[in-house]
């Protein structure tokens, strides 16, 4: 993986998200420049003082490429606006990524991101509807924010329910795939589901095991639109997704096909090696972000919750076409969780288990050396399982 901080895996993890989703390089440049002095100094990590700093730099830099959008939409250039308040709203949720969930600075930060990607995609004419997904649970019915992209043509085509992880939202999960089930006759809705996005940051929803509930709901919305094929529904996530997306499709038998974008078969595991030292964390404050996914005030009681999410006793469950894929040298989760994944779902008909390696690329956490390697060969299965395009459209 290109490592613009050698010695800080977080900030260059982010860098190459930058990357892959559509940031200029000398722009990342602009941002990430500053900031190499205290990169690499540990005594800082998670240190407010150096979280400022990624936070102030990037913010410059997407106040900065957002000016130039709106000179161009005053211009009467909506196409080149749009293309810039895309890479602006990237680079203040790039930006919003490092600081506290605690500091006010944070949601002013994610708000201007998501209503200037918003922008973006209304001035470049994108196939984006803006949707809501009715969800109920115990605390009441909530509208969870979601971006609807419809495949070419009329009629019923098939359909892809789109997870987060634990740290990213429906605008970089957009950026990343968004074009590529476009393309393969797959329609997608990109759901902030409870614990991430807007779900979490605008209506406080917390993650929890049973993902099964919010996919459901998502396949209720689906299922009230003409242009979906019911029959035809899948299931994809990344990251802490590896759980979600195989834990929704043992329970919502009206999945067709899951994918596990980085795989995940014992969150527990994962949350003590990393509270513990042992790992690569995705965000600093590591303790404190998973907290505040899971509605905690204490890491022991968000290790309660996530000891229940393991895939013993769940994947088996698993009755659809079930994709794995996952990277030789993730460095945050380790290998072992995809194979165990893969050798639990016997009940899979047709199961794979891609595994990246080094020598071709994709090897880092969900792909993170080379994104659209990895989206390439997940949107082809998709295509392939669900009867989308794989030539193209």
């Given amino acids: 993986m290109f490592e613009y901080f050698p010695n800080n895996y977080t900030w260059s993890l982010a860098v190459m998200s ?16 500053p900031l190499k002095e205290i990169a690499g100094i540990k005594a800082l990590a998670g240190d407010p003082t150096q979280q400022r700093a990624w936070f102030e730099s990037w913010m410059k830099v997407a106040e ?42 944070r949601l002013d930060a994610y708000k201007r991101g998501i209503e200037l990607y918003k922008r973006g995609l209304i001035c470049r004419k994108e196939p984006v509807e803006f949707v809501d997904v009715p969800y109920t649970d115990s605390r009441g019915t909530h509208k969870l924010p979601a971006f609807f992209m419809k495949a070419p043509g009329s009629g019923k085509a098939p359909c892809v329910v789109h997870f987060d992880g634990l740290d990213v939202t429906k605008e970089i999960i957009y950026a990343a795939v968004g074009d590529e089930f476009r393309r393969r006759g797959v329609s997608l809705l990109i759901v902030d589901h409870p614990g991430v996005g807007a779900a979490l940051r605008l209506l406080h929803l917390p993650s929890g095991p049973d993902t099964e509930k919010p996919a459901g709901a998502a396949i209720d919305y689906l299922e009230t639109r003409s242009d979906v094929d019911a029959k035809r529904i899948g299931i994809m996530a990344l990251s802490l997704g590896g759980y979600y997306a195989p834990r929704a499709a043992a329970f919502e038998k009206r999945f067709a096909c899951a994918v596990a974008w980085g795989a995940i078969y014992d969150y527990h595991a994962c949350v003590n090696d990393r509270i513990g030292g042992r790992g690569e964390p995705s965000v600093p404050g590591y303790a404190e972000h998973v907290n505040w996914v899971f509605g905690c005030e204490k890491i022991e009681d968000t290790l309660k919750i996530v ?19 996952h990277g030789e040298n993730d460095r945050q989760v380790p290998l072992w969780h995809a194979q165990k994944t893969y050798d639990a779902a016997v009940n899979s008909p047709g199961r794979e288990l891609k595994i990246c390696y080094l020598a071709d690329g994709g090897a880092e956490h969900c792909g993170a050396d080379n994104g659209p390697l990895v989206v390439d060969y997940m949107t082809d299965w998709v295509a392939e399982k669900l009867g989308g395009h794989v030539d193209g459209v």
């Fill in 64 to 105: 900065r490429v957002q000016r130039l959008g709106e000179a161009d939409e005053a211009a009467g250039h909506p196409l080149s606006a749009g293309r810039k308040y895309l890479r602006a709203g990237l680079y203040y949720l790039l930006a919003e990524r490092m600081p506290s969930h605690k500091d006010p600075r």
């Fill in 18 to 33: 930058a990357l892959n989703r559509g940031g200029q390089m000398s722009e990342i440049d602009e941002a990430c420049r």
């Fill in 307 to 325: 000891k229940q999410m393991t895939l013993e006793g769940v994947a088996e469950k698993i009755t659809c076409p079930l994709l794995i894929v």
